[in-house]
Structures are given as C-alpha cells and as structure tokens.
C-alpha cells in the first residue's frame, strides 16, 4: 500500500525552470529505487532520471545538465529541478519507485513548456 504523489508540475517559458516533488507513503522508502519517467501522447514513457537507495544518479542524454533529482529520505520525497526547459521536455512526468520485483507509480503531473 504505497502512494506516490506527484506536485510541482505546469506551465512553463522556453528556458525557464521547474521543481517536481514525489511524495510517499508508508515505510521502507530508503531502500527504495526512485526515478522521474515521461510520458507524450503515443510515446512510450522514458526514463528521465533514477537515484538508487544508496544515492547514485543515472540521467537520460537528452537532460543531463539541466535536470537534477535528490531524495530526502527523512521526508520521504525525491525531487526533479529541471532548468534551461526546452518545448521538446513537455510531457507528463511521473513519479517511480521499485524496491525488489514490485513496482509503484504516481498518477503523474503535466509540464508544459511554450511561450
């Protein structure tokens, strides 16, 4: 019975910036493996960005230096501070986490980048 719960998302000016903040319940999320995936219409949904319980970052080519995620572990939450956003980073993001062969998903937060 874990939730995650996604906030942060909107709209957003060509080269401006953006936080997106998961929030999860129950325990164990230390040990969790948390990541931000993206998801357009008629696309597959990417992997954005991961951080693994023990801190270590992975980052899609297309974000790298623009895109940072971080967990807090006392709180329970994995942020996303996305800067430089491009219109081609417009899409629904959502929230992961994965500890074992079980898997949780938020219900996802729109980003739209447009001028």
């Known amino acids: 019975q874990v939730q995650l719960v996604e906030s942060g998302g909107g709209l957003v000016q060509p080269g401006g910036s953006l936080r997106l903040s998961c929030a999860a319940s129950?325990?164990?999320?230390?040990?969790?493996?948390m990541g931000w995936y993206r998801q357009t219409p008629g696309a597959q949904r990417e992997l954005v960005a991961q951080?693994?319980?023990?801190?270590?970052?992975i980052y899609a080519d297309s974000v790298k230096g623009r895109f940072t995620i971080s967990r807090d572990n006392a709180k329970n939450t994995v942020d996303l501070q996305m800067n430089t956003l491009k219109p081609e980073d417009s899409a629904v993001y959502y929230c992961?986490?994965?500890?074992?062969?079980?898997?949780?998903w938020g219900q996802g937060t729109q980003v739209t980048v447009s001028s």
């Open positions: 992961n986490g994965k500890r074992g062969w079980r898997t949780y």
């Open positions: 129950g325990s164990g999320f230390g040990t969790y493996t």
């Open positions: 951080i693994l319980s023990i801190g270590e970052t």
